[in-house]
C-alpha cells in the first residue's frame, strides 16, 4: 500500500490529526548550543533516585510477584490507598473506590474525551489552555469554547455569559487552577466557587487538572475545586493529579479522584485502553507515599525552583527592551512564565530567529489556543535549565525580542 | 448529580459499554478454595524477579536521570533497536522507525480502533475472539463481521465469501494466528498465505496479535503472517506484540511493528493517550533484552508450561465424561484450552454451579463471541495453577460435566 492507500482506511479524526509542530519545533532545539525554555521537564537533579532504587529493590524483595503481575485495572489497592491519604491533607474526603491511578494525568485527559465528547458537543477550555488537553480532547471533535484568562485566572463572567447562551449544552469545563500552563497564573478562590454555583445551575462536569498543585513558591495556599465541591455536597467535579512534577514523570503514575460513579466508567475505559498500569511503577509510589517524607521532598524542589523562578524574574527584568505591550505573568508557583510580546508580533516567526540567530528557544503561544488565533505569546520553562543557562538565556532573548521590535518600528 | 445526570453527560458509545461480565465473574472466583482456570496469568514462577532486580539497580546507578524523565512518545531508543533485533531473528526486517513501544498490547488494541473504525465500519474477527479486543475495538462502533475457527485457525474460505459479498469495505482483520486465545488453535502455513492474498485483492490491513508466539512447546514453526506479507513486498500488516507472557505483565511492555506510515500515526495517537510509556520499564526490558538470555528464560517457561499442559490433557481424558460431543483443542502451545460441551450445555449457567457446588472456575465461552451466541464453551486456562490444583481442579469439573450432561437427558 502507499501512503494514500492508508489514508483511506483512516477515519477523518484520524486524517485531520494535525503533525505536533510544538514536536517538531522541539526537535529543532536538540541542538546542544540552543539553550531552550521550550519544554515542561523537572529538573532531573530533583528526581529521588537513591530512594527509589532502595525502594524498588525492596519490593523486588518483598512483593516481586505481585509487583510483575496483573492487577485489577481498578489499580494496585495500596497505592489506592496511600492516594486517598495524600487528598486528606487537602481536607479531600475520599474512600479507594473514588480513586484510579492512571498512566500519567495525559491518560485522564484521553479518557475524559472519550466518556463525554460526542463529535460537535460543547466544551469550554481556558484561553491559552495545556496543549496536551487540546490535542486529547480535539481526536473526539467537541466544539471548543473558550474563555479568556486574566491574572486570576479564567473569567468567569465571560464564562457565564457563554454558558446563558449555550444553556445547559456544555459538557465539561476544563480548569487548570494552580500556576497555569502555559500562563502561570492562579485561579483566585471567589471564581472557584463561582465555577461551582454555574456548574450547579448549568448541570456540567468540572474537570480540576493541577499538576503543579504542590508547587508554590510564595502566596496563600487556595483550596482546590474539588475540595470546595465537596464542602457544598456536589460531585460534579473530577481531579486530575500526578506525580511527574514530584517524583518522576518516568514512571507515568497519576491519578484521577471523582464520584464512584464517574470511577467506575473510567475503569470500564481503562480495561480497553492498558488492562491496568504497570503494577510495580505503583507498588513503588505507594511505597515511597508510605515510608519515605514526600513532603520533605516537595520542600527541597521547591527551594530549587523557587530560586530559578525568581532568578528568571530579575534577568527578564534587567535585559528584555522596555516596551508598553511586552509584560510577562509573576506566578506564585509552577513551571512556566507567561511573556506577551507588542500585538504585532508573531513568536512563530520570533522562534525560528531566535534558534538560528541566537540559540534560544521558547514555545511560541500560539499552540496553547484551540485555534491558534493569538499569536504574540510565548511560554517560558524555568525548571529544566540551569541558572547559568537561564542568565545567559535570557539575555539572547532580549536581544531578539529587541530587534523584534526595532523592525516593526 | 445523580447517577442519571452522568449518564445524560456520556456519549451513547459509552451509556452502551456493557458491565464486564467476566470481570464479575473472576471477582466470584476470589475465595481461595476455588481452584481457578478462568484468568490468563502467567505463573509468577517464571518471573525472572532476580535479574530485574539486579538490572533496575544498574539502570538507576547508571542511567537514573534518563529513566526517570520524560523521553519521546516514539519510545526508548535502545529499546526499539533491541526490539528490531528480536524481530530479525523471525526473519523479519525493521529499523527503528517501524518499532513502537507501547503499554502492555492491550494499548495496541485500542490504537487500532482509534485508528481505523469510523461508527458503522466494517472489521473481521475470528469466532471466537480475544476478549479484550472485541472490548477495545466495540467501544469504536464498528460492525463485526465474524469468522470461524477449526483445527487452522480462521475459515478462509469463510473469510473469502464474505469479502467478496462486502468487496472493499472491511477496514482490517484482526487474527491470533498463534496457540489462539481463547481456542488454543494455531492458522497453518497455507491460510496465512491465503489471508494475504485477500488482503492484497480487499485492500484491508491485517492485524497480527501473537503474545503468545514465543510458547511453542511442540511442533515446528509457522512463519508469522507479517514476515510472509514481508516477502512478498506488502506492507498492509501489523504486528502486535508483548513481553508479558516472556518477562513479566506487571511492567507493561508491548509493541508494535509496522510500515513507517502506520507508526509514524500511531506516534500521534499515543501522544494525545500517555505522552510516553514508563522510561524506566523500557530502560529495563531493553538492558534485559541485550545483557541477558530472554531465549534460555523462555526455554524454562515453556518447559514448566509444557508439563502443566500435558498434564491438564491427561487429566481431562481419565476425569471427563464420555460424550461424542464433549471435547476439546490440543494446542501446540499458550496457555489455554477449549472445550466443547453438548450443545446443549449453557457454560455461563454451568460456571455458576461449578463455583458454588464443585469450587472450580473457568470463563464461559459467550464472552469470546462479539454477539455472544455460542454458549456451550468454555476456556480453561493451564498456566497459572499448579500441577496439584489441575489435577484436582478438572477432577472437580468432570463431576460437574456429568451432572449436566446427566440432567439435559
Known sequence: MKPEDFERLYPERVKKMPKSIIRELLK?????EIISFGGGL???ETFPIKEL???TTDVYRTKGTKALQYDSTEGYK???EELSKWMSREGIESTIDNILPISGSQQGLDFFGKMF???????VVEEPSYLGALQAFSFYEPEFIGVPLDDEGMRTDVLEDKLKK???EVKFIYVVPDFHNPAGVTLSYNRRKKILGLAEKYNFMVIEDSPYRELRYKGETIPSIYSLAQAEGMNNIISLRTFSKTISPGLRIGWITADEEIINTLVKLKQGADLCSPVVNQIITAEFLKNWSLEEHIEKIKERYSKKMNLMLEVLEAYMPKHPELEWTKPEGGLF???SMPHQTDTYEMFKKAVEEEKVAFIPGFAFYYDGSVKNKMRLNFSYSTPGQIEVGIKRLGRIAEKEIESKK
Chains 1, 2 share one sequence.
Open 42 to 44: 523537572p529538573d532531573p
Open 78 to 80: 495500596g497505592l489506592r
Open 28 to 32: 529543532m532545539t536538540q541542538n546542544p
Open 166 to 168: 449555550f444553556d445547559s
Open 337 to 339: 512564565l507567561w511573556l
Open 53 to 55: 532504587e532502595e525502594i
Open 117 to 123: 465528547i460526542e463529535k460537535g458537543n460543547k466544551i
